[in-house]
């Protein structure tokens, strides 16, 4: 069955660093893969979305690259802040819509 | 704009008993939404997917008869989990997209919290 790793551990680094996050997959590579930022007790909101033709996108702060042979996802944050701090959750659509989601990495951004 | 709401945003229920969840969306119209739920320290794993109009389609290992949807209207979706157990106490979440296709942005309800005692 699919199955989505995103570093369990959370990635704890220093404001104005870049954070850097990972999403691994096995078997097929989805024709979508997308970023969310999940706070406590809250929803999902979307960041980014990548197809598997593309290699990269970046949106203002937020870079996605996306490597079908490697099965990885990397999702980086520049200059990041402390307001960046949540977790991240990776979510795969095989082109039906409907998303599967990893786990999720949180990462706290430290003053 | 693309907010989507939930309520209640927790509810306490004895076992045995059924509870409704509404999930709306504000500013937009919704052909489908979709209903997730969430274990602490897991990730949200679809339980079905509701196109206005039509029967919801449930994913594999969730009963269709326990967890009732109803896609009445295109701002409006709600689950009823039907006479609850401890087991089902979790954080349940709804997302709504304007048509359901991949590249059609899923907007989420703040979650609600479901405890059954």
């Known amino acids: 069955s699919q199955k989505i790793e995103q570093n369990s551990e959370a990635l704890n680094i220093q404001e104005g660093k870049t954070a850097t996050l990972t999403c691994n997959y096995t078997?097929?590579?989805?024709?979508?893969l997308q970023w969310y930022r999940q706070d406590p007790g809250r929803g999902p909101v979307f960041l980014l979305l990548?197809?598997?033709?593309?290699k990269e996108k970046r949106k203002e702060r937020l870079k996605v690259t996306f490597d079908t042979t490697l099965k990885q996802s990397l999702f980086h944050i520049t200059a990041s802040q402390p307001a960046d701090s949540a977790t991240y959750l990776c979510?795969?659509?095989f082109g039906t819509g409907k998303l599967i989601f990893g786990q999720g990495t949180t990462l706290q951004v430290k003053p | 704009g693309a907010v989507v709401s939930q309520h209640p945003s927790r509810v306490i229920c004895k076992s045995g008993t059924s509870v409704k969840i509404e999930c709306r969306s504000l500013d937009f119209q919704a052909t489908t939404m979709f209903w997730y739920r969430q274990f602490p320290k897991q990730s949200l794993m679809l339980m079905a997917t509701?196109?206005?109009?039509?029967?919801?389609?449930?994913e594999q290992g969730v009963e269709k008869d326990k967890f009732l949807i109803n896609h009445a209207s295109l701002t409006l979706s709600t689950l009823t989990v039907t006479s609850a157990h401890p087991e089902d106490s979790s954080f349940y979440i709804c997302s709504a997209s304007v048509g359901g296709a991949s590249t059609d942005t899923q907007y989420f309800g703040p979650g609600t919290r479901l405890t059954v005692l």
């Open positions: 979510a795969l659509d």
């Open positions: 509701s196109n206005e109009g039509s029967k919801a389609t449930y």
């Open positions: 990548i197809r598997e033709n593309e």
């Open positions: 078997n097929y590579s989805p024709a979508y």
